[in-house]
T-cell receptor
Framework: GAGVSQSPSNKVTEKGKDVELRCDPISGHTALYWYRQSLGQGLEFLIYFQGNSAPDKSGLPSDRFSAERTGGSVSTLTIQRTQQEDSAVYLC?????????FGSGTRLTVV | GQNIDQPTEMTATEGAIVQINCTYQTSGFNGLFWYQQHAGEAPTFLSYNVLDGLEEKGRFSSFLSRSKGYSYLLLKELQMKDSASYLCAVGNNAGNMLTFGGGTRLMVKP
């Protein structure tokens, strides 16, 4: 597609359940980022993929968070045993030459 | 590491000019980006500076001084629709990773 696609757009889950968030980047973009944004807050970096290099996972807040990028394209962010503090909008961006294009995000609500 | 600072909130009047400042400290600078984010929406790209000086794009201009670790976004002829958060981001030459500041929430009043 023409833009970055994220699914689902909204997810409500019970505390303790696992969730998977998907990001389909712009074709040909080698860089892919995941960010988290709580209400009224800035963007919190989570993880960064660049080509075939090892991902930069320095922003993942705990070992309950993991992400994969298969075939250098689609990425999934997995949150295990969700907690209420995980509630936020999870934004994915892809970029070529550094200029990132964002998806519309997944709004995650943990109840 | 990266450290990016910008004011949390600003208020301006419709038709006026506003300047949003951003200071940064980084290892391996590879460009300064400004994004606009309306409430409930994803950030959208506004401007990119990699060399010192002013880049003008319509009502929006962005300035960079690499020696001072300083940038600003200038918005002219403010319109109500300019009410949004403005995010400053720094690109790192270790793979062009983008690190964002906390954003400046701009409120434009009539």
């Amino acid at each position: 597609g023409a833009g970055v696609s994220q699914s689902p757009s909204n997810k409500v889950t019970e505390k303790g359940k696992d969730v998977e968030l998907r990001c389909d980047p712009i074709s040909g973009h080698t860089a892919l980022y995941w960010y988290r944004q709580s209400l009224g807050q800035g963007l919190e970096f989570l993880i960064y993929f660049q080509g075939n290099s090892a991902p930069d996972k320095s922003g993942l807040p705990s070992d309950r968070f993991s992400a994969e990028r298969t075939g250098g394209s689609v990425s999934t962010l997995t949150i295990q045993r969700t907690q209420q503090e995980d509630s936020a909008v999870y934004l994915c961006a892809s970029s070529a030459l550094g200029i990132g294009t964002f998806g519309s995000g997944t709004r995650l609500t943990v109840v | 590491g990266q450290n990016i600072d910008q004011p949390t909130e600003m208020t301006a009047t419709e038709g006026a000019i506003v300047q949003i400042n951003c200071t940064y400290q980084t290892s391996g600078f590879n460009g300064l980006f400004w994004y606009q984010q309306h409430a409930g929406e994803a950030p959208t790209f506004l401007s990119y500076n990699v060399l010192d000086g002013l880049e003008e794009k319509g009502r929006f201009s962005s300035f960079l001084s690499r020696s001072k670790g300083y940038s600003y976004l200038l918005l002219k002829e403010l319109q109500m629709k300019d009410s949004a958060s403005y995010l400053c981001a720094v690109g790192n030459n270790a793979g062009n990773m983008l690190t964002f500041g906390g954003g400046t929430r701009l409120m434009v009043k009539p």
